[in-house]
Structure formats: C-alpha cells, structure tokens
C-alpha cells in the first residue's frame, strides 16, 4: 500500500484537451503541458483571430508559438504506461466533450452541476457552494447545467436581457430600451414569463383534454372494431342457419309435394288398374258370347238356330264405357306450373329482399366516422353515374318505353301490358327496375316540358287516388316538376318553388348513406335547383312522370368521359 502511495499521479502527466495520458507532450510559455496534436488542433481553430490562447489558463500569445516535443515529460509518461497506470479520463467528476464544464475551475475543469442565469456561468459542486451560503446569490435563479447561456446576453449591448418588449416580442436588455426600442411597453422577463407559463398551463390543460378525449375516442374506435368482429362473426352464423333452415323448408316442401303425388299417383293408377281389370272381363265375356253367336250362325239345322236364338242373341249392358270419357289428360302438368308459380314467386321476394339486405349491409358505420364531401363538378358526379333501366311492370299504359328500357314517351292509345301488381294505373309514371343505394348519379334528357323527375320508395300506392299515389305528393316521393317557365319540387304535397336557368337535362346526384338528394340543371356548367337532406329508410327508386302527351323523358347512358351533346 506504501508503494503505491508513492507513485506519481497520473493525472498530472494528463492533457486537459483530450483527458487521456500525453501524446507527443509539449509545453506552453506559461507552464501548461498537451499533446502535441491537440494543442495544435486548438489553435488551428483560432487562427481567423490571429491571437492563441491557452486553454486552461487562456494566456494569449502573437503571434502562434513554435512549440518543440517535450523528452523529458515524453519519457516520464512512458515510465507510466509500463508501471500500468492511466489517465483519469473516465472519472465521472471531470467534464468531458459532451459535458457542461465548470466556468470557475482551471487547469482540467470538472462537470457543471449547475448554470446561473444571473453569472450567466456554470459551476461544479465546489464552486457552486457560495450560491447556497451567500445571501445576495441565493436569490440567483438556478437551472440545469446549459451550453446556451450566451443566448442570454444581448448581442448588441453584451448586457443580460431581463426584459421583454411587448411590442417586438422579444427579450432585450435595460440599454435597448433607450436605443432601437425607445418608447416600446416592456415588462419584466420574469413577468411575461409568469404571463405565458399561465397561457401554456391553459394549453397544457385543453391538450391533456384533448388527450384524454381521444384516448376515450381511441377506446371507442377499439370497442367497435371488436363488436364489429362480434357482430359479423355472428351475423354469418345467424344468417347461415337461417338460409340452411329455409332450405330445409324448401327440401321438406319438396318431399310434402313429391309424397303428395306419389300417392295420388298410386289412387289414380289403383283406379284405372281397376277399370283395366273391368273392361278386360267385359271383352273376354263378349268374345264368348260372340263366339256362341258365331257358332249359332253357323248351324245349317234351322230347328235348332230358332230354339236357340231367343237366348243366345240377348246381350247384357256394359256398365263400363259411359263412365270413361276419352279427352286430353293433363296429368301432373298443373302442379309443375303451380312449383315453377312459386318459384317465380321466391325470386322475386329475394330479388326484393336481397336489396334491403344489401342495404343494411352498406349502412354498417363506424363511430366517428367523417362524412363524404359531395362532388363539385359534373366530372367528379360522372364518377357516380349509374344507369337507369326503366321497369315495364310499373309503367302505367299509356307509356311506350323505347331504347332499351331507358326512354319513355306518354301515347294516346294504351300499350298491351299484361296486368301486374306493381303497374302504376293512375298516374302515367314508371319506376327503374333496381334500387340506388350508396352514392349514385344519373341524368334524365326532356325532349319536351311537363315532366317531373322524381324518386321513390318501392311501397308507393300503385291504384290510389293521385295524392296517394302520385310522385311527390305524398311521403314516400321527392319530385321535381319541371314546366316549360317554372321548376317546382314537391314532397308530401309541400312545394317549393324553384329559380334558375331552364335547362333540357336533369341530372340527379343521390347519397342514401347521407340521406342527401340534389337536383341540377346541366348545360356548360351545372347548376344546383334543389337540395334535400333527410333519413332516407328504404332503398330508393329512380321514376319519372309524364303530364302531356307526346311527352318524351330518356334516362342517358353516361361515363366518366361523357360530353354534353
């Protein structure tokens, strides 16, 4: 233990630039020793200045010292390495690259523990006591060690900026209120600072808020996404043993209508095996008696064909051949028409159902979901253009419907439409032939005025009274009546009267989702006549009506390069 106490320390053979044992050692005019590469690299860093200084001591020298490697301190330092000792240069106390140094010590600086805003310096633990013992520096503001203290001098005055001016928002110190920002309001930094620490504790506040809410949000969002999962998981199941419990309906029905008439099959075959069985004993008994008849023919004894006559020539009635009527037998065809009536019917219950069904699908949300901003221009509607093919089981008689279904014009002389349950017969109006979910466009030309476009539930009154079952008289419609001067939209009898240039060509944008309808006049640029925002309940129809005759309305074909002709 003694020996080592007699070692010299090596902390005195260290160089104060890279805290590691002398390198090439040199020696200052004014006794400080590096290496030879770090002093070097010290100084190449002052030469713009002309003036090099030391940097422990900062003793300046003009101009730059030629310095020579130190032999003797080269040797002493080797005589270090080989005993094994090295450089402190790891001691947490002292202050590295990266580390805040203490402005007060000299020679190799220790850490910062703290920086004054009052000094505008740093100081390590001893030369920081004073602060903490000396009354006029305890009232020092005190921060974390900080390389930036210069960002609090003024760059003008070099005096420490403590005030702030209202008027440039900016720090400055007590000369620059006499100089360039003479007659500005100013107020104490540490005022203004208590000002806007109280602005950024409100903000502090309504951004925990703001957190807080879309953490709760977030929670939300979470939970649904899990219902949603729940839900659909479930649904499938639901719905998968539902159509599996119709089509073992369907199946069971099959069977009912197949024993049905297996067993009708077998009394019908019974009954006619029967009568088979009859007429076959009334042929064989008449070819006997036809046999005896033959044979009394052909007696040549005339006694015995007159004894015999009496008796062999009388014939017994057929009970049989009255009750058998020879007539077209239509068997079982009338059952297969009853199953395929039924079958029609089945299709179209599910063609019906399948749209609601759809719908509700489309209409599954998610919280906080943001709405769809609706198109502004004809090409972004053109992206939601949808083609509209008229339905001939809804059009009253009186309209011809041409060009695929697209074109409907009011005749004077009823067209020969079979009866349906779904024919408008007293308004001459017709409706498409599929739902409009969703967001969807189209457009409806009029070749001549008195039209209204409309849109419809499928449910409207198809046999009432015009105000039950005419487009936009009632609950169930929206329409736009257009005359040769005048627009007027119409719903549940309430009417709107409509300004705006009269145009040939109605176009109809529809948001089910968003219950948004809008009606447009299109020309060279499209102009809104009329917007509705309701809760639309049910899938939705496109229709138009015809007051005139020789009045013509064509829903167009259209694309996202459609041009108006």
Not at 23 to 31: F, I
Not at 330 to 336: A, C, I, Q, S
Not at 478 to 496: E, G, K, Q, V, Y
């Amino acid at each position: 233990m003694a020996q080592q106490s007699n070692q010299p320390d090596s902390k005195k053979f260290s160089c104060s630039i890279c805290l590691d044992l002398l390198k090439d050692p040199v020696t200052t005019s004014c006794g400080h020793n590096y290496c030879m590469d770090c002093i070097k690299t010290h100084w190449d860093g002052e030469d713009g200045q002309r003036i090099y200084s030391c940097p422990q001591c900062r003793k300046t020298f003009t101009p730059r010292p030629v310095l020579e490697k130190h032999v003797l301190l080269a040797e002493l330092v080797e005589d270090l390495k080989k005993t094994g000792l090295q450089a402190a240069a790891a001691d947490h106390c002292y202050a590295g690259p990266e580390d805040v140094a203490c402005d007060v010590c000299t020679g190799r600086k220790m850490k910062a523990v703290k920086s004054c805003l009052v000094c505008l310096a740093s100081y390590c633990e001893i030369h920081l006591q004073p602060h903490y013992d000396s009354p006029p520096l305890k009232k020092h503001q005190l921060v974390e060690p900080s390389k930036n203290l210069q960002e609090n001098i003024c760059s003008h005055h070099d005096e420490v900026m403590k005030i702030f001016c209202l008027i440039d928002q900016q720090l400055i110190c007590y000369l620059c209120t006499m100089d360039e920002h003479k007659g500005h309001e100013t107020v104490p930094a540490a005022a203004e600072r208590k000002k806007k620490q109280k602005e950024l504790e409100v903000s502090r506040l309504n951004i925990q808020q703001r957190i807080q809410d879309r953490q709760k949000d977030a929670e939300l969002l979470q939970q649904e996404l899990e219902d949603i999962n729940v839900s659909a998981h479930k649904t499938v199941e639901e719905s998968e043993e539902i159509f599996n419990q119709m089509i073992h309906l369907i199946q069971k029905r099959g069977r009912d209508v197949e024993q049905k008439i297996r067993s009708q099959q077998e009394t019908e075959v019974s009954r006619v095996k029967e009568l088979q069985e009859k007429l076959e004993q009334e042929i064989k008994d008449l070819k006997r008696k036809d046999a005896e008849l033959k044979q009394l023919s052909d007696t040549p004894d005339h006694n015995h064909f007159l004894l015999n006559y009496p008796s062999v020539s009388a014939l017994s009635e057929s009970t049989h051949s009255s009750s058998i009527n020879i007539r077209p037998l239509r068997h079982f065809e009338d059952v297969t028409a009853a199953v395929k009536g039924l079958r029609d019917q089945l299709q179209d219950i599910l063609r019906d159902t399948w749209t609601n069904i759809s719908l509700a699908i489309t209409e599954v949300d998610v919280l906080l979901s943001e709405p769809q901003a609706e198109p502004k221009t004809r090409d972004e509607f053109l992206k939601y253009s949808k083609e509209i093919a008229l339905d001939p089981n809804t059009a009253h008689r009186k309209l011809l419907l041409s060009e695929g279904n697209r074109k409907v014009t009011l005749m004077e002389q009823d067209q020969r439409y079979p009866d349906h349950p779904e024919r408008f017969t007293g308004c001459c109006q017709v409706l498409s032939k599929e739902s409009l979910t969703g967001r969807c466009y189209w457009e409806v030309e009029l070749r001549v005025f008195k039209v209204c476009v409309a849109v419809a539930y499928k449910n409207i009154c198809r046999k009432g009274e015009i105000y039950e079952c005419g487009f936009g008289l009632n609950d169930k419609t929206w329409a736009l009546h257009c005359d040769t001067n005048s627009c007027t939209f119409f719903h549940n009898n309430n009417t709107t009267n409509i300004s705006g240039p009269q145009s040939s060509r109605i176009g109809v944008y529809l948001d089910h989702r968003a219950g948004i309808l809008s009606l447009y006049s299109v020309s060279e640029t499209m102009t809104l006549l009329h917007r509705v925002q309701t809760t639309f309940t049910e899938p939705i129809y496109a229709g138009v009506g015809l007051l005139s005759y020789g009045t013509t309305a064509e829903f167009l074909k259209l694309s996202s390069c459609s041009a108006l002709i």
